[in-house]
């Protein structure tokens, strides 16, 4: 299992694949929490949010929690985990990039999956 100070040099990396531009308008940053977080509609905590995009009186910013990360795929190899830690932060870019263009489809998309959890359960 990586450390924290690991892990957010990896998200460092990535956050350095992006044009600078992508993340104007983020005014709170990338924010990388030490906790686990579990869905509200999680039965038996089985649901894990990897990432957040948050917006409130504050600002707006992305969250990445590294317990979600470890819970999860804290048995992977550095390069694997950077995989998942990818998908995970381009999606929660995305989240951003469209509601500053007045969109919704991710977020739409999220709520079908998790109408679609609660159907399986």
């Known amino acids: 299992m990586i450390t924290i100070d690991e892990f957010c040099k990896i998200l460092d990396e990535l956050y350095d694949e992006f ?5 104007e308008g ?8 030490d906790r686990t977080e579990y869905h509200p509609e999680a039965e038996n905590k089985d649901l894990v949010v990897l990432g ?6 504050l600002g707006k910013s992305i969250l990445i929690y590294y ?8 048995y992977m190899d550095t390069q694997d985990l950077k995989v998942e830690m990818r998908k ?7 989240h951003h990039l469209e509601y500053l263009a007045g969109e919704n489809d991710l977020e739409i998309e999220d709520m079908k999956f998790i109408e679609s959890y609660k159907e399986k359960e």
């Open 67 to 74: 317990g979600s990360f470890m819970e999860l795929y804290g």
């Open 52 to 57: 957040a995009y948050k917006r409130d009186l």
């Open 88 to 94: 995970t932060f381009r999606h929660e870019i995305t």
């Open 26 to 33: 983020l005014n709170g940053g990338v924010i990388v929490e």
């Open 19 to 23: 044009d600078p531009r992508v993340f």
